[in-house]
T-cell receptor, first 114, second 116 residues
């Protein structure tokens, strides 16, 4: 069965500092990986995805993520965090060998302090 | 692109009552998904449609839950005989067919259900 782990419930970072949100996954087939962000009382918004190719993918709002097959990780990064990046971040995986549903991690709350 | 629309935004109901939620996907999107999200948790997959066909259902979807997408456009999710454990945010998402199943999901703002 496919699964996603986000080991940190919350990440605190000062504005202007680099931001990293961790994600590890488990699948039996090829992994297709996604990051979404959720603001209060809103639905999830797509940030970026890894399907194949270059391990470093770039997405919306200056975010990027690095796919590491050996470590089964897909950490989200931003070189310089903004206060407006404060939100709930979800990593998700689709197992290429197990149907079409997207499985989400438990989420990581990011708090960027001025 | 008017986005995915869900109605109502909030629903408070008494235990044992039936409730129905509606989702209008982005008009050109063929796929429609329902997820449930409880406080502090990630969204949990419930079911998904391609056009009017319901192709996958989670084991989370008990027989009290039913979803339809009769004309391949909007969808409804009905919960019969609601229980307090059904209290959650119900999220709808849609995506286009794309080359594979890896088109991003576009989520609505959800329907928050409170069962008293």
């Amino acid at each position: 069965a496919q699964s996603v782990a986000q080991p940190e419930d919350q990440v605190n970072v000062a504005e202007g500092n680099p931001l990293t949100v961790k994600c590890t996954y488990s699948v039996s087939g090829n992994p297709y990986l996604f990051w979404y962000v959720q603001y209060p009382n809103r639905g999830l918004q797509f940030l970026l995805k890894y399907i194949t190719g270059d391990n470093l993918v770039k997405g919306s709002y200056g975010f990027e993520a690095e796919f590491n097959k050996s470590q089964t990780s897909f950490h989200l990064k931003k070189p310089s965090a903004l206060v407006s990046d404060s939100a709930l971040y979800f990593c998700a995986v689709r197992d290429g060998a197990a149907g079409n549903k997207l499985t989400f991690g438990g989420g990581t709350r990011v708090l960027v302090k001025p | 692109d008017t986005g995915v629309s869900q109605d109502p935004r909030h629903k408070i109901t008494k235990r044992g009552q039936n409730v129905t939620f509606r989702c209008d996907p982005i008009s050109e999107h063929n796929r429609l998904y329902w997820y449930r999200q409880t406080l502090g948790q990630g969204p949990e997959f419930l079911t998904y449609f391609q056009n009017e066909a319901q192709l996958e259902k989670s084991r989370l979807l008990s027989d009290r839950f039913s979803a339809e997408r009769p004309k391949g456009s909007f969808s409804t999710l009905e919960i019969q005989r609601t229980e307090q454990g059904d209290s959650a945010m119900y999220l709808c998402a849609s995506s286009d067919l794309g080359v594979s199943y890896n088109s991003p999901l576009h989520f609505g703002n959800g329907t928050r259900l409170t069962v008293t």
